[in-house]
């Protein structure tokens, strides 16, 4: 038998806590949630802006809400984030949001053990070195390695995910000329990966003055990832060759016409 969810007030209305899907959902309009990605974490508990109007976070018109503040899951409902997290009931209720959702040997390797997290790129490891700005390949120091600042415009802001030409010999970010590219390069491959906040989150906190949990508990902490590898064909320089195909044609085209139409000189008559 499927058990009753708890319920939380808001303003009046009342609101289903689902801890599957970590969000709030109206009682009387399941279409109506508020998520767990639009709440900020105040170490006691979630704070977000709500409007009593359209009982839901304020749009940029609304003028008027109020702050609102909401217990910790693990206080509203212990028995669902121990089924999610796998705990005991009864180590759930002496653990914080913090504990069960945080990887607690992750937390203390990063922060107390100085341990930076990995990327794996095309079966090289790199230590993600925030403060040095980059991918650091390891057991290469002859390598630049790749260099944040130098990918910005590599960067997906809606997928928060970097996608670069890489060269796997030399382990470094390196871009083919592509005004004369013609055909798809065989020396770099794409490879794709998360940005540097999610890549090192503790990393980020410490280097723009945030607190160092900031962000965790709604993103998790890991140490080891995987970039993964991108057909040729899947980024834009497939379209980006035609259009260079398509131009080497027509000026070729321009310069067999601009010859074909200049004058015969005459050789005269030797006197």
């Known amino acids: 038998m499927e058990r009753e969810l708890p319920l939380i007030n808001i ?38 802006e709500y409007n009593l109007r359209n009982k839901n976070l304020p749009n940029v018109f ?11 899951f693990v206080a509203i409902d212990p028995e669902g984030m121990a089924a999610r997290y796998n705990y005991p009931l009864e180590e759930v209720k002496s653990k914080s949001d913090f504990e069960l959702m945080v990887d607690q040997k992750a937390f203390d390797m990063r ?15 790199f230590y993600v070195d925030i403060r040095m700005d980059k991918l650091r390949p390891k057991d290469d120091f002859l390598s630049n390695g790749i260099v944040f600042s130098n990918i910005d415009r590599y960067y997906d802001l809606e ?16 871009e083919p000329d592509y005004l004369n ?5 065989k020396d770099l491959i794409a490879v794709r990966f998360p940005s540097e906040r999610l890549l090192d989150r503790i990393g980020w ?47 070729e085209k ?9 004058p015969k000189q005459n050789k005269g008559r030797r006197i």
């Not at 922060?111 to 490891?125: R, S």
């Not at 590219?181 to 390069?185: D, G, H, N, Q």
């Not at 995987?226 to 000026?251: C, G, H, M, R």
């Not at 321009?254 to 200049?262: A, D, G, L, W, Y």
């Open 159 to 174: 997928k928060r995910t970097y996608t670069i030409p890489y060269n796997p010999k030399t382990h470094e970010f390196q």
């Open 254 to 262: 321009t310069t067999q016409k601009e010859t074909s139409i200049q």
């Open 205 to 251: 906190n410490r280097k723009y003055g945030f607190e160092i949990t900031h962000g965790l508990v709604r993103n998790g902490l890991k140490l080891q990832f995987a970039a993964k590898n991108v057909p040729w064909e899947k980024t834009f320089l497939a379209d980006l060759i035609k259009s260079n195909l398509k131009a080497q044609k027509k000026q």
């Open 62 to 72: 609304d003028r008027e809400s109020i702050t609102v503040k909401i217990p910790e």
């Open 181 to 185: 590219l013609k055909e798809l390069p």
């Open 11 to 48: 303003g009046g209305t009342d609101f289903i806590v689902d801890i599957t899907k970590l969000e709030l959902r109206e009682k009387a309009d399941p279409t109506n949630t508020i998520t767990f990605e639009n709440m900020r974490d105040t170490g006691d508990g979630y704070t977000f």
């Open 111 to 125: 922060v107390n053990k100085g341990i930076l997290p990995t990327v794996d790129i095309a079966g090289h490891t």
